[in-house]
C-alpha cells in the first residue's frame, strides 16, 4: 500500500538539520567508546595470552579458564 500522506523534502530535511547536532554528539561517543573497547581488548587479550604462555601453572590455568569461558558464551545482539 501506498503512503496517503504528503510529504514535503525540504521540511524534512529541516527537522534532520535541527537535529543534527544531537546525531554528531552521539556519533563521536561511538567512536570514543569504540576506540576505548579496542583498545581495551587489545590489551586484555595481550596480558590473557602472556598468562596463558609464560604465567606458571597456576595463572596459566586461570587464563584458560577466562579465555574458554569467554569463547563459550555466545554473542547477546
Do not use: K
Request: proline share 3%.
Amino acid at each position: 500500500m501506498i503512503f496517503q500522506g504528503t510529504t514535503n523534502p525540504i521540511a524534512e530535511l529541516l527537522t534532520v538539520l535541527e537535529y543534527c547536532d544531537h546525531i554528531f554528539s552521539g556519533f563521536l561517543l561511538t567512536m570514543w567508546l569504540y576506540a576505548w573497547a579496542l583498545m581495551m581488548g587489545f590489551f586484555l587479550g595481550l596480558i590473557l595470552a602472556t598468562l596463558r604462555q609464560y604465567g606458571g601453572w597456576i595463572l596459566s590455568r586461570i587464563a584458560i579458564v577466562y579465555i574458554e569461558f569467554m569463547r563459550g558464551t555466545p554473542l547477546l545482539a
